[in-house]
């Protein structure tokens, strides 16, 4: 088992800059990699970012140059650094960890971009 706690949401003006963490704990040797999602009201979860076991990264376009998504190992904790933050970024932010059988997901934590 993997347990997964978001923190790091809020409220921010446009362009701004907000930092979520994903502090892991549990069986999370076996985590392959992890990721961050987003649900923005009447939409579905999409991805944003993720990062594997080995360091490689990947974004989705919208987000590409903006969003940077980091691992600390010695913390159990993997970070989304935000910066030039959009209305349309305006969500509730979700991390995952695959273990290589199944997925595991945290609670979510809401960002709102909005002056």
């Known amino acids: 088992q993997v347990q997964l706690v978001e923190s790091g949401g809020g409220l921010v003006q446009p362009g701004g800059s907000l930092r979520l963490s994903c502090a892991t704990s549990?069986?999370?040797?076996?985590?392959?990699?992890m990721g961050w999602y987003r649900q923005a009201p009447g939409k579905q979860r999409d991805w944003v970012a993720i990062?594997?076991?080995?360091?490689?990264?990947n974004y989705v376009d919208s987000v590409k140059g903006r969003f940077t998504v980091s691992r600390d190992d010695a913390k159990n904790t993997m970070y989304l650094q935000m910066n030039s933050l959009k209305p349309e970024d305006t969500a509730v932010y979700y991390c995952?960890?695959?273990?290589?059988?199944?997925?595991?997901w945290g609670q979510g934590t809401q960002v709102t971009v909005s002056s």
């Open positions: 990062v594997t076991s080995a360091g490689t990264t």
């Open positions: 995952k960890a695959f273990n290589g059988f199944r997925d595991y």
């Open positions: 549990g069986s999370i040797f076996r985590i392959i990699s």
